[in-house]
């Protein structure tokens, strides 16, 4: 007996020196680019076949961000990483250097992006508008009003408890929510001090584009949206466009690389290439032609030099960028 547990005991201890050479042997190699268990692998900003995007809820949820990444990628081998995201987050990445350049529409947030430094070379790309839609009933009694007139009267509704009234807000310092606010301020309110508080009548989602449109449809509110993302959802929804005509509804995208003096890993000729690839006719009549078939009209206009240098658009969407 104590012979076979001699030999019981040596064999086990064979075994555990054979597995433990066999681990050595799946051990990297000194200078090895493995990673410890348990650490999270993230793709570095300015990885030369990777160009990381921030960019608005509105152009994912319309589905031309999916086309982009398509047709780009196949061309050029690039790989493209979209984080969709409100505009003043998307500009938050930029500023952090997270992102190599943003996708955004909100000039007064993107211009300051810019001011600060932290954004380049801006391009602005399409546009559309946007729309406040709402119940076909339309119990504030809004429709045909300008936008500024149709806030006023939303407010009054809703302070009054007029019933059916209300109105659901993105909430999320997005492009949409920033247009919202400057309505609001036309209209003659304080958005911190007399909206945000007015009552429950005004719901913040705190959500992207199509989940907002999804919440004021489920509470039959009024929302503002932009008609691409409305269009793209409008077979879920009940609520109609109430209000769609006003020169205060222009919805204006643009392109900003993040300044690689700001942040030296970013991507910078990636997002130079990217940009200009924007610009480029082919692509200008891609975007022209996004949803036309689908949805009967196309979701963005395309930009073109002399118009986008004059009011109401004020940039630049033909100049390349320089490498």
């Known amino acids: 007996m104590k012979t076979n547990a001699t030999h019981l005991a040596a064999g086990i201890i064979t075994i555990l020196l054979i597995l433990a050479l066999c681990a050595g042997c799946t051990s990297p190699a000194p200078g090895g680019n493995a ?19 921030a960019t608005t809820t509105s152009l994912e949820n319309t589905g031309l961000l999916a086309e982009l990444e398509r047709v780009y990628e196949e ?43 932290f954004g380049i070379n801006p391009r602005c790309i399409a546009y559309n508008y946007y729309i406040i839609v709402g119940p076909e009933s339309d119990p504030a009694g809004i429709a045909n009003m ?5 806030f006023e009267t939303i407010y009054a509704a809703g302070t009054n408890e007029t019933a059916g009234v209300a109105f659901v807000s993105r909430g999320d310092n997005s492009g949409t929510h920033a247009q919202e606010k400057v309505l609001w301020e036309e209209a003659g309110y304080d ?27 489920e509470q039959q509110a009024y929302t503002l949206s932009d008609e691409g993302t409305y269009l793209s959802f409008a077979d879920r929804l009940d609520l109609v466009p109430v209000v769609a005509e006003g ?18 890993d970013v991507n910078a000729e990636g997002a130079a290439d990217f940009i200009n690839w924007l610009l480029e006719d082919e692509t200008k009549e891609m975007i022209g032609e996004f949803g036309a078939e689908e949805f009967g009209k196309p979701l963005f206009t395309p930009l073109y030099a002399p118009e986008c240098t004059e009011p109401p658009f004020n940039c630049t969407c033909a100049e390349p960028i320089t490498t």
């Open 35 to 53: 990673t410890p268990a348990g650490t999270a692998t993230t793709a570095p900003a300015g990885g030369g076949n990777i160009l990381r995007i």
């Open 75 to 117: 061309e050029t081998g690039m790989d493209l990483q979209f984080i969709a995201q409100g505009t003043g987050q998307s500009i938050d990445s930029g500023r952090r250097g997270d992102v190599d350049l943003v996708l955004v529409h909100a000039p007064d947030l993107e211009q300051q992006f810019i001011d600060d430094g």
């Open 146 to 150: 300008t936008p500024v007139e149709a």
């Open 191 to 217: 958005y911190d001090t007399e909206i945000i508080d007015a009552g429950g009548w005004y719901v913040e989602a705190g959500k992207g584009m199509g989940d907002t449109l999804i919440l004021a449809n």
């Open 247 to 264: 020169a205060e509804l222009l919805n204006r995208y643009s392109a900003i690389a993040v300044n690689p003096e700001q942040h030296p």
